[in-house]
């Protein structure tokens, strides 16, 4: 069964605390619980211990008052000696009382019993015999009788709160032991049910921040979904609205400089042909400086030709940069292919290369990777001094085919290494500057490379440095063969 998400990413959010806190909580309230049942026991038990000890200390007073007051009776036979020992039996026949309707265990009541079944003996020898020295003489060893009982009942009663005591402890023991257990089980159950919750809370904004991302380095083509709480689906939704936008704003640039271009070129062949008429003297022959001037629009029509084609270039390579035609490519022929291509430039500069290539092969767009090692080595001889040495090294890495491409010209201040990678932007330093170019070179590389999966980065140096790698393997995982 799929248990779907709230929705809202606040709920999502509230039903995981819950979750997750609900067995600590279960924990703590059967943990007060049983505590609280320990105490109360251990309160009613102490309680009920020391009022039957307490009563069987008074029990062994008035036994020893009975016994004063029947021996001066029996000595002295005076009415008020008698009356004192009938108001002593008075409390102590109260207090047996008291003390059978304690709770009592067996040997406790049995002394209850006999203790009530002597006295009742003695006051019944009392009453016989009245004041006589005979009575005098057996009370004594009648009351030592009482007074033993007496004292084994309070014995009896320590003895019952040592056991309460003892019952209490291991009580105590059982509750640690059983919270101890709560917690062992109940731990790892948090543990999992925080990380489940985390995943489930930082997946769909993984997802935005992910799409949010591949928008933002112009990756249009897979459609934006995100799972999750409602609210973070209608986010997902939105996203790919805007994805759809990005789609059709990209397709309108890409017409609007087609359109743009195509225009441009019809006016300025005109321009062309009219300084080429006016140069060549057939429309009359020109002074000097007429045709210096002639010369000067020619050039810039040429300029301007050359622009026009790189913007119309740009847009084509756009349209195409969204799919690949890859096979297993030997890159090193590419490398040399390229090279040789750039001879005649490399030459007129007396410019060196330097190959240190390694043979490595990739799953790739042959014709992608050699416009792009291509745009590379054209700006790395267009921008070094004279009789300069260029290295081109090429290598494996981690399953990654990697490029490095170094010259001695001026190399790429830090704050413009991430600029120039943009569409039409060239360097702002004057001498650079004062070189042709379209500044598209390396956006087309950057497109091109980042379709490859793979990443392009200016490495520091006295010249520039240049560093590409790409995956060599499949998309699907298999590796290209070596
Ligand atoms: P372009 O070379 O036509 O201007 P690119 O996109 O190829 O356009 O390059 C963009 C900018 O990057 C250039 O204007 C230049 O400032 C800088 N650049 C590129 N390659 C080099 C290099 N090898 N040495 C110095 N600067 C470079």
Redesign the pocket.
Known sequence: MKLGYPRSFLSLLVIGFSIVAAPLLFALASNALAFGQLASLAEQAVHSAVKVTQASRSLLAEVTSLERSSRQYAVAGEATFLDAYRQHRVNFVELTRQLDAMALSEAQRQEVAAIERDESGVNDLINHMGPTPELSRRLPQEFAILAQRGQSLVRLGDQVIEAGIEQLQAQAVQARNSVFWLMIALVPTAIVLIASFTYLLSRPINQVSESIRSLGEGQFAKPIRVEGPGDMVRLGEQLDWLRERLVALEAQKTRFLQHMSHELKTPLTALREGSDLLSSGVVGNLNAEQREIARILQENSIELRKLIEGLLNYSAVHAQASYLDAKIVQLREVVRRVVNDRKLAIVAKGIRIELNCEHVTAYCDEEKIRVVLD?LLS??I??SPERALISFKLYKDQGDAVFEVL?E????PPS?REK?FEAF???ADAP?AAIK???????IVKEYIQLHKGAIEVLDGP??HFRIRFPRKKAEGEEAAA
Not at 409 to 412: H, L, N, R, T, V
Not at 437 to 443: A, E, R
């Open positions: 745009n700006n790395a267009k921008y010259d010209g001026p190399g790429i413009e120039i932007y060239r360097g650079i170019g379209s500044g598209l070179g390396l956006s010249g520039a």
